[in-house]
């Protein structure tokens, strides 16, 4: 057998119609060619690809053919896989009749040395191609070294010149800021001194009788009636 193949048994509906006419024409019941089972509906088998003679079919059990595979096998029309029988095995395995061939017997020392000299050409054409590949890549490499080189200078040289000007703003800012903070102590300062001034002369009178008047003008003559009172 050459598992190199793949032919549905009978009882395979999408088995190719002219192959299950063949078989049914020429033998109405088939067997396998091994154990002689009868090839009927219920059985799974493959039949020669090569000769598809009526004859030539194996079930699944002699090929040791898993049903799950068997059944990918048949149900799958663009598997490539194909079974040959024993005999067409050994005449597809047989090269002596191309290797040796009486009329042409130098024709596989002439195909060998093409292959020879066409598999040198490829050799060279490889080493060329990886050649220059290698010199394309160098030249890219180069390129972005030197674009991180000149941004690396670039920035080596502006970094002097941004860190005075970070410096400069940061120092105008605390100096705004600090000026600003004197300033509004300063000033607190002097509304407080101003008050303590004003109110330097001011006496303080204890257990004065609490006026009970809505009007604060009325509450204010009263406290002025009684210190007045008082002082006299």
């Not at 040198?120 to 220059?132: C, H, I, S, T, V």
């Not at 800021?177 to 303590?196: F, G, H, Q």
Request: proline fraction near 5%.
């Amino acid at each position: 057998m050459s598992v190199n193949s793949k032919q549905p048994s009978v009882s395979s509906p999408v088995m190719p119609q002219s192959k299950a006419k063949t078989a049914r024409a020429s033998s109405p019941v088939p067997s396998c060619s091994s154990c002689g089972t009868i090839i009927t509906d219920d059985i799974k088998a493959l039949q020669c690809d090569c000769c598809q003679d009526a004859h030539m079919w194996k079930c699944a059990d002699c090929l040791n053919l898993p049903f799950d595979m068997y059944n990918h096998l048949v149900s799958d029309p663009n598997c490539s896989l194909r079974w040959f029988c024993s005999t067409c095995d050994k005449r597809a395995m047989d090269t002596s009749n191309t290797c040796h061939n009486p009329d042409n017997p130098d024709k596989m020392d002439r195909l060998v040395t093409m292959v020879e000299k066409f598999l040198d050409k490829l050799a060279d054409f490889e080493g060329k191609m990886n050649d220059k590949c290698d010199v394309v890549v160098s030249n890219e490499l180069d390129a972005r070294l030197k674009i991180l080189e000149n941004r690396f200078a670039k920035q080596e040289q502006e970094l002097p010149e941004r860190f005075d000007a970070f410096k400069s703003n940061v120092t105008s800012q605390l100096e705004e800021k600090i000026s600003k903070s004197v300033i509004l102590d300063n000033s607190k300062n002097a509304n407080e001194d101003k008050e303590i001034d004003k109110r330097k002369n001011n006496m303080i009178i204890y257990r004065v009788p609490e006026v009970t008047a809505s009007s604060a003008d009325e509450r204010n003559e009263a406290d002025l009636v009684y210190i007045t009172e008082l002082f006299t």
